[in-house]
């Protein structure tokens, strides 16, 4: 992987790339679509490129549990098992670990992470060892290392001591890759540290010093928005300024603004197909009080017979209506998932495409002040 900055922001750390992978360049800053279990619901592959997308993140658990990684790997790896053909990241599978199994049920030692499957209730391990050994049978062009994602509300010794565990697996992780893999893979350290600043600035020390080709940083799930962006530059502050930073599970509007502003250059989250599948349509038309959405499920769409936003250039906008796309909902017709989702899709890909032309015109608090006025 080699990731080279094309464009710097004069007022803000906002910055423009190119991350190029064994599976092709994306463009930065860039917006990561979800693709949990190798799949974004609703859409095939095809689709998602065609409305814009340039990366997708599969989820490490998910496809742990079915169809297997041995299935994935005797497939060719995701990007033939799934026909996708650009970069694709894969999480360390942590995350779902320890929300998804049993709560009750998790029990985490420095050695890993033993939980129950949510779906079978059958008895698991994740090691950093384990972690990495699914994840370069997957195939992904970046890999992240094996972490705990600690509640909101830790303390501040839990957090301690979880540092402590989750630089240690780091270490593993590093070990643990083979040297097949690191011809193909990329391996992102991940910045954990909770709500407190020390933590944060510890843990972007440490890793640092590993010297991965690239690093991600936790969110804090549970508090106001204003947390995890504090969370953010405490960590930006000390992590190298020429590695490639992924903001993880963050990817509202205005969270892309702020991730920008302070320098990330690569975003994941469910957002726009999640709220797509229940009847959320995002739209420049509307504005941060209504988070730049609508609920097409409205009765007063049912004779709007104008596009879904009169500013998208879709497929989706070009060829139906607010009227047949409230209709296919209020049916259960399976066509709205898709073309609510590819829609939101192509919004969020179309919105991360304005931000990177307003960086490389120097304006991009302009259009920052523009969406979120």
């Known amino acids: 992987m080699k990731f080279t900055i094309t464009a710097r922001d004069q007022k803000t750390a906002a910055r ?3 991350l190029k992978t064994a ?7 860039a917006f990561i679509p979800c693709a949990t279990q190798a799949a974004l619901k609703g859409m095939t592959s095809q689709q998602a490129q065609e409305c814009g997308t340039q990366m997708l993140m599969v989820n490490t658990y998910h496809c742990y549990l079915r169809p297997g990684p041995e299935t994935v790997a ?24 320890f929300s998804l199994a049993y ?11 033993e ?18 050994g699914i994840q370069e049978k997957l195939g992904a062009d970046i890999m992240f290392a094996f972490d705990e994602c600690t509640p909101f509300d830790a303390s501040l010794d839990y957090i301690k001591d979880s540092l ?36 944060r600035r510890q843990s972007a020390e440490f890793l640092a010093s590993l010297d991965f080709p690239g690093y991600g940083i936790g969110s804090i799930f ?21 590695k490639p930073i992924h903001f993880l599970g963050i990817g509202a509007v205005d969270d892309l603004f702020a991730g920008v502003e302070l320098g990330v250059d690569t975003f994941d989250c469910v957002l726009p197909t999640r709220l797509g599948r229940v009847g959320y349509v995002f739209s420049s038309q509307c504005n941060k009080k209504t988070k730049w959405r609508y609920r097409i499920t409205n009765t007063r769409f049912k004779h709007d017979y104008s596009p879904l936003d009169k500013n998208c250039t879709c497929s989706v906008c ?35 495409q304005d931000i990177r032309r307003s960086i490389v015109n120097d304006n991009f608090l302009k259009l920052k002040k523009k969406w979120l006025q």
């Open 23 to 29: 599976h092709g360049s994306i463009k930065t800053p």
């Open 164 to 199: 402590r565990r989750t630089h240690t697996w780091a270490e593993r992780c590093k070990k643990a890759q083979t040297n097949k893999s690191k011809k193909m893979q990329s391996l992102y350290g991940i910045v954990q540290g909770g709500q407190f600043k020390e933590m």
């Open 103 to 113: 709560p009750k049920l998790v029990k985490i030692s420095d050695a890993g992470v």
């Open 318 to 352: 070009q060829n139906y209506t607010k009227a047949y796309i409230h209709h296919l909902y209020k049916a259960n017709e399976l066509l709205f998932y898709t073309l609510a989702s590819y829609h939101n899709l192509a919004f969020f890909n179309n919105l991360m």
């Open 222 to 242: 549970g508090q106001p928005k204003v947390a995890s962006y504090d969370a953010l530059k405490w960590s930006l502050e000390v992590l190298p300024e020429k």
């Open 16 to 18: 423009t790339g190119i």
């Open 74 to 97: 005797q497939a060719g790896g995701l990007h033939r098992f799934m026909n996708w053909h650009k970069p694709l990241m894969t999480d360390s599978g942590g995350f779902q670990a």
């Open 115 to 132: 939980f129950r499957s949510h779906i079978d209730f059958s008895k698991h391990m994740f090691t950093p060892e384990i972690s990495i």
